[in-house]
């Protein structure tokens, strides 16, 4: 069975085709760096990735873009608290060093381009220039619109009619446009003095001093980096209507081409019933879930739900990842174990442990075909698990090729597709060291409130020459390991 996905174009099932059968052009609409990262972010991420690595393990060349926005007023409003930077460009920055942290941490392979829009502005008017020239967009008062009654197919993506939409963009810019659901490529604005203030960055146009209007950015940055019609479009489910609604307007209008084969998206990540996210507090960041319960759990998490599909935080649906990436650590470690101690040349043959070896690489690629079922994926790989388990409780001489193929299969499907770093301790270890010291600092506080100051101090110094630097906050202590 071939590769099958969901198009939100179509609504439907489609095979798999890109337009040029050996590679993949992929495009993912990045975050806008004006917080750290939380589970939501990460859901996104995390399926992206397994995508990645899917069309990969299947023989694609995958050229894999995705951007940062770093022009946007949630990233103005943040300039000038605590350490983050005066202007909106050192803001982006300092986050943008924080985001791919946070990438590293869940093991995502590189995209091939991490564009910003700063960087793509002479792109970004080019196109808009276009636009005016084919008379898809306007001018008015130092601002450019695009006019959606000018491109006949708008709403295709989101199954919408014109005449039905709702207005976009903020309400003082309703005098301005010609049409409410019309949206802002370009919007005039002053020139501040070092970028820094409540108007952010702004640059040269042909229309006066200004910044580039949201959805504008992706098309520009996209075919800038893969060209004029992309193979997969991946974005978070909230972003159809209007940023891919926009971006596809945008794109075709512009070029008279069809701006992305596939538009696949990402469910979102509920908790107590709503949404993850920065606005409403409801989150939980990636560095706090990924010191606390480890990346691979954190990935387990994130997978065992198919990608759009719905899925629940809450302590119970996390702690019920934890113990099933437990198990799959477990039963790849006891096949390893195993067949580390067998002769090679052993003549024992466990005809259901190589069946179980050949159903769970069949079960496993049938459930990525099916639109990347990572959720059945995995439990192909955990049935292997309790084959090899029964194997090794139930033998006393093991059959050394199917248990070999067994860790083979493990490696490949749960460690390059899936993205689990199955053969990695280190992990174990990081965070059996933090909760260490934790302990230690536990003791110290105790040690202050009793009034045994000099043993605290003590504590203190002992740890500052393991290397573990304490600092006292408001908060309680933290610490730094060298
Ligand atoms: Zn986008």
């Not at 439907?12 to 939380?38: I, K, M, N």
């Not at 946007?72 to 930077?85: P, S």
């Amino acid at each position: 069975m071939t590769l099958q996905v969901t198009n939100t174009l179509s609504g439907d099932r489609e095979p798999f085709e890109p337009q040029d059968p050996d590679s993949v052009l992929l495009y993912y609409c990045g975050l806008t760096v004006s917080d750290f990262a939380h589970l939501g972010h990460a859901r996104s991420w995390v399926h992206v990735d397994v995508m990645h690595r899917w069309l990969e393990h299947v023989g694609y060349d995958v050229r894999h873009v995705e951007n940062f926005t770093d022009v946007n007023e949630k990233i103005v409003a943040r300039t000038g608290e605590d350490d983050l930077g005066d202007t909106e460009s050192e803001v982006a920055r300092t986050f943008i060093g924080e985001v791919i942290e946070d990438m590293r941490s869940l093991n995502l392979k590189r995209a091939e381009v991490y564009p910003r829009v700063s960087e793509h502005v002479p792109e970004i008017v080019d196109l808009v220039e276009t636009l005016i020239e084919k008379g898809y967009a306007y001018e008015s008062n130092g601002s450019v619109y695009f006019d959606v009654t000018e491109f006949e197919e708008y709403g295709k993506l989101s199954n919408q009619r014109v005449e039905e939409m709702e207005a976009q963009g903020e309400e003082s810019e309703r005098a301005e446009k010609r049409n409410p659901a019309d949206f802002a490529l370009w919007k005039a604005g002053e020139a501040h003095p070092d970028n820094a203030g409540p108007g952010g960055q702004t640059w040269d146009s042909p229309w006066g001093e200004g910044r580039p209007g949201w959805h504008i950015e992706c098309s520009a940055m996209s075919m800038t980096h893969l060209g004029e019609t992309l193979d997969v479009h991946v974005g978070g489910q909230d972003l159809v209507f209007p940023h891919h609604e926009n971006e596809i307007a945008q794109s075709e209008a512009a070029t008279g081409e069809q701006f992305a084969k596939y538009w696949l998206h990402v469910s979102l990540l509920e908790t107590g019933g709503e949404k993850m996210s920065s606005s409403l507090e409801n989150y939980f960041t990636v560095r706090n879930a990924v010191s606390e319960f480890g990346s691979n759990a954190v990935r387990m998490f994130l997978l065992s739900t198919a990608y759009n599909s719905r899925q629940t935080y809450s302590e119970e649906t996390l702690s019920e990842a934890v113990e099933r990436w437990e198990r799959l650590e477990r039963g790849y470690d006891r096949a390893v174990e195993a067949v580390d101690g067998v002769d090679a040349r052993t003549k024992v043959e466990d005809g259901d442990l190589r069946a179980a070896v050949a159903d769970a690489r069949e079960s496993f690629a049938g459930a990525m075909n099916d639109d990347f079922n990572t959720r059945e994926a995995i439990a192909a790989l955990l049935e292997l698990v309790s084959a090899v388990n029964r194997h090794v409780d139930d033998r006393e001489t093991y059959d050394y090729r199917a248990l070999r193929d067994a860790v083979e299969a493990f490696e490949e499907l749960g460690g390059e597709v899936l993205g689990f770093a199955l053969a990695d301790d280190a992990e174990g270890d990081v965070r059996l060291l933090d909760e260490l010291v934790e302990l230690v600092l536990d003791v110290r506080e105790r040690e202050r409130e009793s009034g045994n100051y000099e043993r605290a101090d003590d504590l203190r110094d002992e740890l500052a020459a393991l290397g573990v630097e304490v600092q006292d906050t408001d908060d309680g202590a933290t610490f730094r390991i060298e």
